[in-house]
């Protein structure tokens, strides 16, 4: 329920600015995309000015933000989201002696994906080929692995990275035990 008008003229300024910079873009930038002066873009910011109905309108929908959502007053929500060891999704199936961690949220999955890998003596995982352009950044923490991605062959130690296209048929091998941390990045 929306509270007295004081209060929701004196958040506005501070949501209004908080969506410009959001965006990265500048008085100017919002002025051109709203057809409101640059002045009295940076006067409502300031909280100098109280814009007109027409004027909000203009302004949300040049930012992109939401009319209501600007004056209502907002809980404010965890500014950290913590996954406790035993809450992180594992992966038990994928490969032989190899045990995955999904630590990339799933609204990211297909386009950013973080995981640790766990491997056993000889553990390994094959993939399939991604999408065009995916690529692959796979750092070692612990022991050694070999990554084949197509033809391609390489030797990795406690510490190295590997960036290689994971478009192609590509695998995992380890030697010993050993843990890495892999990045799957969409094209």
Excluded at 25 to 50: C, N, T, Y
Aim: proline letters at 5%; glycine letters at 10%.
């Amino acid at each position: 329920m929306m509270e007295n008008a004081d209060a929701v003229l004196s958040r506005l300024p501070v949501r209004l600015k908080e969506a410009r910079t959001a965006q990265g873009l500048s008085l100017d930038a919002v002025a051109k995309l709203s057809g409101v002066s640059r002045s009295m873009v940076s006067q409502i910011e300031r909280g100098e000015s109280s814009p007109t109905v027409a004027t909000l309108w203009n302004l949300t929908r040049a930012l992109q933000v939401d009319f209501a959502g600007l004056l209502e007053d907002q809980p404010t929500a965890p500014q950290i989201e913590v996954l406790r060891a035993e809450a992180v999704p594992t992966i038990e199936n994928r490969g032989t002696g190899c045990t995955i961690r999904i630590l990339s949220p799933p609204e990211d999955a297909g386009v950013h994906e973080v995981y640790e890998l766990r491997f056993t003596s000889g553990g390994r995982l094959d993939s399939a080929p991604h999408g065009r352009g995916t690529q692959e950044h796979l750092t070692v923490f612990e022991g050694a692995v070999r990554v084949v991605s197509g033809e391609a062959v390489e030797h990795l130690g406690t510490g190295a990275t590997a960036r290689y296209p994971a478009d192609v048929a590509h695998r995992i091998e380890a030697d010993g035990a050993a843990r890495a941390f892999l990045v799957v990045k969409t094209g």
